[in-house]
Structure formats: C-alpha cells, structure tokens
C-alpha cells in the first residue's frame, strides 16, 4: 500500500508495540460485555441498590480521546452503542498511562477492563484497570466534527462527500450512525415483512438466479455462461414463472425476498441489482391482494416505526387503508385529456403524441406508449399511497383479462410520492391463452427488443397440469426503504451501490 505520513507514523508505533512485547493485532479477546448490556447491567444494580461493583471486560473503536494530565478520558463504540472510559495513573501506573498516549489512536479497536462507575458528570463509565490493542488502524478515519454527547464536547469522525461514501462504504458506517440506522431499520422491514407473511402462512422459498430464460418482467437480462453446461443464462429479471411452478406443485401461499438483475439505467430511484419481495397467493385476485398490501405496509409501519404517518421529502405520508384507488384510463383522461381507448394502436397512439410534441421511439409498442404517457402526465402527481388499476393487455402478458374487456387486465401498480413501489396481477392460469400471449409480445416488440417476453415452454407444460387461480405480488425492497427512512437516493439503501469505475484508477 502507498502510506501517507500519518499512515507512515502509525505503522512505525505497530512496530514499537511489538519491539515492547504488544500484539497489536492479537488472535484471542477477552470481551465479556457488549457497551450497551455493562451500561444497562450498572443502571439496574442502581435502581436495585446493590453496593457490589460490577466489572467488565469492553472492546470496540477507539472513537474520542481527552488527555488530561494523570487523566484520560475516551470513548469506545461497538454495534450496540458507546461508553466512557475512565483512565487514571492511580490504577495503571505511569508506564501504561504513557503506553496508551503513545501508541492508541481514533479509529484503533481496543479491549478494557475494569469497574463500571458513574462519573461526577453523571455518566455511566468503565474505570479502567487493563488494557490492550485489539486492532492498530492504520488510516484515520475521516475529519473529525464536534457533537454535544451527554452534556459533553465530543470530537469524533465524519464523513460527506457522497461520491466517498459510496466507494468507502465501510468508513462511511465507521463514522456516520446516521447510516448506520439506515441500514438496521431497512433490516428491521425486511424481517417484518417476512413476519407478516409467515403469520399469513406463506411459505418462504428460493428459486434459480441463474436462469435460462428469462421471464417475468420486460427488462433487459444481464447474460452469463456456464462452463460445464456449455450454455448461457440469464441472471433472473424477476422470481414470477418459478414461483408460480410451485403453486401448480401444491404450495398454495409462497414468497422469496431476493436479488433481482436488470441491466438498465442507474438513477436516483433505479439500481440495476435489487432487492424484491414476490408472493403467490392461491384462490385470490387483485383485489385481495391489493387489501392485503395496505395491510403489510401498514404492519411494517407499526412494527418498525411505530406510527403509519411518515414523511418523505417534506411531505406526510399516511399508509392507513385503504390507499386512494385510480384507474388508469379514466387518470390520463383527467390528468392527460387523453383516452387510450379511442388509440387501439401503436401506429395511432405514437401518431397522436407525435402530435403533442412529444419524444416517441419509432415502432415502440402501444403498452410502451401508454407507459411513457403515464410517467409523464400522471405519476408525479400520485403522492399520497395510491393504487392504479387495469392496465392494458399488451403490457401485461402474465395478467388475466378484466371480465368483459379483452384489451384490459386485472392489474394494479402502487404509487407513492411519484415512484412505483409495487406491482401485482389476478394471474393468468389459462395455458393456451398464456402461449398466445408470448406470441404477441414476440410479434409487437421490435426484432432485438431484449425487453421482449421470450417464450418459456416449460413454464406453459407446467400450467398445463392446471395452475390454481391465485393473486401475484411484486415489490422492490429498496425504494420501500428508501420511502420510508427520508432517502432521495436510492443509493443510500444500498450498502455497496455499483459505481463507475474511477478515471483515476
């Protein structure tokens, strides 16, 4: 590694340490305590008035150091919270006083053992009678900010610039806890979801990432190739056709919380490697599965954050059921003063937005069409938690036909705040109708159009053997989270976003 001068210096003090006797890098600890269970362990002995003295054996990061003559004072951090050390010459001695001011930096992971005691500020202090390095840090972290902690000045490390953040994730949760609770609540969500739907009685389950054909989305494949197959797959755009396999095999309730892979645009709420929470739910349509959708987000809200009204972006946002329920045809009327239905063509439908003045890709598909004229006109004013339903056939390959109207589907997407956060169909069952679905994706999207639905003849023998009529649900994890802790930036979910590799590299 190229060392700066600080770097230099704090490899020169790994090498005294050892020169004297001192493992910097030792294999065994003898941590016998997290900082949150000595604290709290001291605070019940209190209120239970023992006299006892309880002692601990601490470790973590080496986050704040005040050296006061005879006195130090440090803070420490673990994954469950921070505590005061408390060192004093009268315990250690001179020699260990100096050892800990020569060679013990911010950033470094130290092991402490000693007494927990209340300082006469009031706080809740380990006075130390041991110590050792657990692990030398060699770089420092990040520039250092003030912070009122517990009445007191603490210096302690920050880090900002979002492009550094993103490339140095690992210094990033060093020192920004901010981030750190990003990442436990996005845990915590996860975990309710699958609460949620074990209590329903789902059935957890996993199926294929690498795939060899890809299905149940329109979206462009990443291609791989397997060696000893001889063959190349797909890296799977979604988990539908797998999925709905098993209910044709008896598992009426299924879902997988998983990796998904697009090979699309990278936005503020777009990432081409995702997180994605699909359920099949046997013998029920859109409509339950659009009640049971208020019903989980709203279960999330209250196990996670303890309320259902939240804000994004300035915004409150209330995830109370019902959410607000629009059609998608009669809203590009309103919003638009377009009816698709008077546009039964692509050729008529891009002739009429051409019309408008509006960027149109030669030869797209209608479904295509009337999705450009959605995001345009009237997703961004979709704020509020809302359901738009019945989309049109040819966008919607695996949804069955709204009764009564062969050019519609039974399908809803959910919107909040402008961006799309779920999307679920009363799924087609009918195998014939299903292949002659696949054909017309493959006869209107453009030769070479990759975000064209391949036909997938196992999947039609699987539904051949009769697939229960069932509800499908699809949500992106990350833009969940991203809505529901304040993040503009889908990035800032994700604990290791893909970037551009660096010119300078």
């Known amino acids: 590694m190229e ?4 770097e230099r210096i704090r490899c020169e003090k790994i090498q005294q340490m050892r020169d004297s006797g001192f493992e910097p890098y030792p ?11 000595a604290i709290k362990a001291f605070e019940n002995a209190e209120k239970a008035g023992n006299p006892e003295t309880l002692t601990a054996v601490l470790g973590g990061r080496l986050r704040a150091v005040r050296l ?57 202090s380990l006075l130390v009678r041991n ?44 020192v920004n806890q901010e981030v750190r609770q990003i990442f436990r609540t996005r845990a915590a969500v ?21 795939q060899p054909i890809y299905g149940g989305a329109a979206a462009k494949p990443f291609v791989t ?76 809200c209250d196990s996670v954050f303890g309320t259902r009204k939240l804000t994004y972006d300035g915004v409150e946002l209330d995830f109370n059921p ?60 979709l704020v509020q938690p809302t359901f738009m339903v019945d989309y049109p056939r040819d966008i919607s390959p695996l949804a069955k036909n709204l009764p009564g109207d062969p050019s519609t589907v039974e399908r809803f997407e959910g919107f909040v705040c402008g961006m799309e956060l779920c999307n679920a169909f009363t799924e087609l069952n009918d195998p014939l109708e299903q292949e002659k679905r696949f054909l017309e994706m493959g006869r209107d999207y453009k030769a070479g159009d990759e975000e064209q639905h391949p036909m997938d003849e196992d999947y039609l023998k699987a539904m051949s053997y009769g697939m229960p009529p069932q509800g499908g649900f699809g949500m992106g994890i990350d ?16 604990l290791f976003p893909p970037l551009r590799e660096r010119d300078d590299q």
């Open 3 to 6: 060392l700066n001068e600080l």
């Open 27 to 37: 294999t065994r600890t003898e941590v016998t305590s997290t900082t949150a269970d």
């Open 68 to 124: 006061m003559g005879k006195l130090a004072f440090a803070h420490i951090e673990d994954g469950s919270g921070r505590i005061q050390l408390f060192f004093r010459v009268n315990e250690l001695g001179e020699a260990e006083m100096q050892r800990f001011k020569d060679h013990f930096d911010l950033g470094d992971f130290i092991q402490a053992g000693g007494d927990l005691v209340r300082t006469r500020t009031g706080e809740v």
């Open 131 to 174: 110590f050792k390095m657990l692990a030398k840090a060699i770089t420092p972290l990040p520039a250092a900010k003030d912070e009122v902690v517990d009445g007191q000045v603490v210096r302690h490390a920050t880090l900002s610039d979002p492009e550094t953040r993103y490339r140095q994730r690992y210094a990033d949760l060093a």
């Open 190 to 210: 996860v975990r309710a979801l699958r609460q949620f739907l074990d209590s329903r009685g789902f059935l957890e389950v996993e199926t294929p990432i690498l």
């Open 225 to 300: 190739h397997h060696n000893q197959l001889k063959q190349d797959l797909y890296l799977r755009i979604s988990f539908e056709l797998y999925l709905k396999r098993l209910t044709v095999g008896g598992f009426d309730r299924v879902y997988e919380i998983g990796r998904d892979f697009r090979n699309e645009g990278v936005s503020y709420k777009h990432n081409p490697e995702f997180t994605q929470l699909e359920f099949y739910w046997a013998y029920a349509d859109y409509l339950k599965v659009m009640e049971m959708t208020e019903e989980m987000i709203a279960y999330v």
């Open 322 to 381: 019902p959410w607000q329920r629009v059609n998608l045809r009669q809203s590009l009327i309103e919003k638009a003063n377009i009816d698709i239905s008077l546009y039964p063509t692509a050729e008529a439908l891009e002739e009429m937005m051409v019309s408008l003045g509006m960027k149109v890709k030669p030869g797209e598909a209608r479904g295509k069409l009337i999705a450009q004229l959605l995001e345009e006109f009237v997703e961004p004013t």
């Open 479 to 494: 833009r969940l989270v991203m809505l529901l802790t304040d993040q503009k930036n889908i990035r800032e979910v994700l």
